[in-house]
């Protein structure tokens, strides 16, 4: 079985430029969770949407967005890039949102963006 | 890939051994604690989690301790192996939060043959 997958698996871009990075979740999965992963540290929680609508965000500026579509898929979007933005970017699935049960989040391989 | 561990404690240890890898916490409302590793071009991997209601968990070579009193983690790998070599990740969360997850600076594990 396909894991979660995400494109592309690295970019280059230039300082203002916009981004959009893809994943797909693993089949069945309701739950999608954006991560940013700088070198050197853990990741941090950006975005998490189920059933198509927003169920968190962190403590990230107005220029980072993202959607999920009704396959589950999603995006996420960053404008006006900054050389701080890069990163690795970390997409994960859960089947559904965690409430009171263990549910354990499947991380992708991530989208590796450089900012020049 | 890039190193995930660049800048991070690093622990040693001789393969057949057994290692210890702490961390600390930082909300004490966290009910939800899981350990990942992330090996080099990969995203993180679950290894194991653990509730606040319990105060160890055993799986496969590995068992998770937590310390509410202190706010302190640990996983302990039996009989580490070469391939238990990565950067190792925990990772806090709150029932309600959904899947928001507060990851620790993380522990690079090298094991020596």
């Known amino acids: 079985d396909a894991g979660v997958t995400q494109s592309p698996t690295h970019l280059i871009k230039t300082r203002g430029q916009h981004v959009t990075l893809r994943c797909s979740p693993i089949s069945g999965h309701k739950s999608v969770s954006w991560y940013q992963q700088v070198l050197g540290q853990g990741p941090q929680f950006i975005f998490q949407?189920?059933?198509?609508?927003?169920?968190g965000r962190g403590n990230f500026p107005d220029r980072f967005s993202a959607r999920q579509f009704p396959n589950y898929s999603s995006e996420l979007n960053v404008n006006a890039l900054l050389l701080g933005d890069s990163a690795l970017y970390l997409c994960?699935?859960?089947?559904?949102?965690?409430?009171?049960?263990?549910?354990?989040?499947?991380f992708g391989a991530g989208s590796r963006l450089t900012v020049l | 890939g890039e190193s995930v561990g660049l800048h991070l404690p690093t622990l040693s240890v001789q393969e057949g051994d057994n290692s210890i890898i702490n961390c600390a916490y930082s909300?004490?409302?966290?009910?939800?604690f899981i350990w990942y590793k992330q090996e080099s071009g990969k995203g993180p991997q679950f290894i194991i989690d653990i509730r606040s209601n319990m105060d160890k968990r055993q799986g496969q070579r590995v068992t998770v301790l937590l310390n509410k009193t202190v706010k302190h983690l640990s996983l302990q790998i039996a009989a580490t192996q070469p391939g238990d070599s990565a950067v190792y990740f925990c990772?806090?969360?709150?029932?309600?939060?959904?899947?928001?997850?507060?990851f620790g600076t993380g522990t690079q594990l090298k094991v020596e043959l």
């Open positions: 909300n004490s409302a966290s009910d939800y």
């Open positions: 949407y189920y059933e198509k609508e927003e169920r």
């Open positions: 990772a806090e969360g709150l029932t309600g939060g959904g899947n928001k997850l507060t």
């Open positions: 994960a699935s859960s089947l559904e949102l965690f409430r009171s049960g263990a549910n354990v989040l499947t």
